[in-house]
């Protein structure tokens, strides 16, 4: 379907910019593209209602890939043909990703593609605002390491992000004196039976950490299995490189707390920049809902464009490209730049513990902004051991 239920937020003229918005408001990935969707739109009315971007408005084109890989194809193609938008903010899954990239590269039009991923990849079509695994498996390995031990039990949704991800962490821990004592993939969806299953064989694992790369709606599905048959978060707890405050929300609150997530953002820093993003975030959506992760990278990304767009004046994704590279822009979770060799962002890793009320307390982060390194060329076990408050 390729009607969304959220509506554009100015009025198609002649004198718009007009920008592609896929993300999915259902189906499995629609916990994680809601967001992404969301902070899209903060971002898009900030920007119009101070004016637009040399005095023109922002039209944001949204189409509804509902979570299938066919309608990610499907519609970007139509937003490339029949839309003729040079640009598009949209997809989550690194599955998603690869159908619409060779469309991205043959049109020869930017994709900023907000979500963290498993990295080895780049396209000069593509601006990578999520973190690298870099950024996030090599700290959040460290932290687990330091704090509760070697032995990881593996759980995650079966596509590639996950297994990527597995692979990659395999090889740290072999090289670190770890181990993978256990290893499950679930497919996206499946039922509640399966996650009590798999909570049950990483509780009798002997593992010190349950390493989790579910996503999405399968994510709550995971935390409350775990609860259920009796896992301890304080003797074994999730570390997660997916779960967001976006996620906590939905599960149980008995099942939300003691748990470690390793991210570059959350809603709890005390930034000037941040602040801001959740009271604009807030005023269109309520104060009950949360900013997070997916929300973050897809706000600040619609001002990565809109800077470049300003200084360049032209709409030509070869131009933008040359603006963008190199640019550094102060995010809600802090000061992000673009990597000119890779374009991908040097972003602040950090980790935090899950609280009963769906928040996080930040209990490390780096002291410095990592270079991305999306090809993983050395593991780099130089990650500072500092905590704060």
Not at 204 to 217: F, H, W
Request: hydrophobic letters at 35%; charged letters at 20%.
């Amino acid at each position: 379907m390729e009607e969304s239920q959220e509506q554009s937020i100015s009025e198609a003229t002649g004198g718009s910019i007009p920008v592609g918005v896929l993300f999915s408001q259902s189906g499995p990935m629609a916990l994680t593209e809601s967001g992404h969707l969301k902070g899209t739109l903060v971002a898009i009315d900030e920007i119009n209602s101070g004016g637009g971007i040399n005095g023109r408005k922002i039209e944001p084109i949204i189409v509804e890939p509902a979570s299938d890989l066919r309608l990610y194809k499907e519609l970007a193609t139509k937003l490339l043909v029949k839309d003729r938008v040079s640009v598009i903010f949209g997809c989550c899954s690194s599955a998603s990703r690869k159908v619409v990239l060779p469309l991205v590269e043959r049109f020869g039009v930017l994709l900023f593609y907000p979500s963290f991923y498993e990295g080895f990849e780049y396209s000069p079509n593509i601006i990578y605002t999520g973190a690298t695994p870099n950024q996030t498996v090599l700290p959040l390995a460290e932290y687990l390491f330091n704090t509760h031990g070697r032995r990881f039990f593996l759980v995650g949704s079966d596509y590639i992000y996950p297994r990527e991800i597995n692979r990659i962490l395999k090889e740290f821990l072999t090289e670190s004196g770890g181990s993978a004592v256990g290893e499950v993939y679930l497919t996206l969806g499946i039922d509640t039976g399966s996650f009590q299953a798999a909570a049950s064989q990483a509780k009798n694992s002997g593992a010190d950490v349950i390493l989790s790369t579910i996503v999405g709606s399968d994510t709550p599905k995971l935390y409350e299995a775990c609860s259920k048959v009796g896992i301890d978060p304080a003797i074994q707890p999730i570390a997660s490189l997916t779960t967001s405050e976006c996620e906590l929300a939905e599960i149980h609150s008995e099942a939300r707390a003691g748990h470690i997530t390793g991210a570059s953002y959350f809603q709890s820093l005390d930034t000037d920049t941040n602040n801001r993003f959740k009271a604009l975030y807030a005023a269109r959506y309520g104060a009950v809902e949360k900013t997070c992760i997916y929300s973050e990278t897809a706000y600040f990304q619609v001002h990565l464009f809109a800077k470049a767009l300003r200084m360049t004046e032209n709409d030509s994704p070869e131009i933008l490209l040359k603006s963008l590279s190199g640019m550094r822009h102060t995010a809600p979770q802090g000061d992000v730049t673009v990597d000119a060799d890779n374009n991908h962002l040097f972003v602040t890793p950090r980790i935090a513990i899950s609280n009963t009320d769906g928040s996080f307390n930040v209990v490390w982060e780096s002291d410095f902004s990592v270079k991305p390194d999306p090809y993983l060329i050395a593991y780099d076990r130089t990650i500072p051991r500092s905590t704060v408050g």
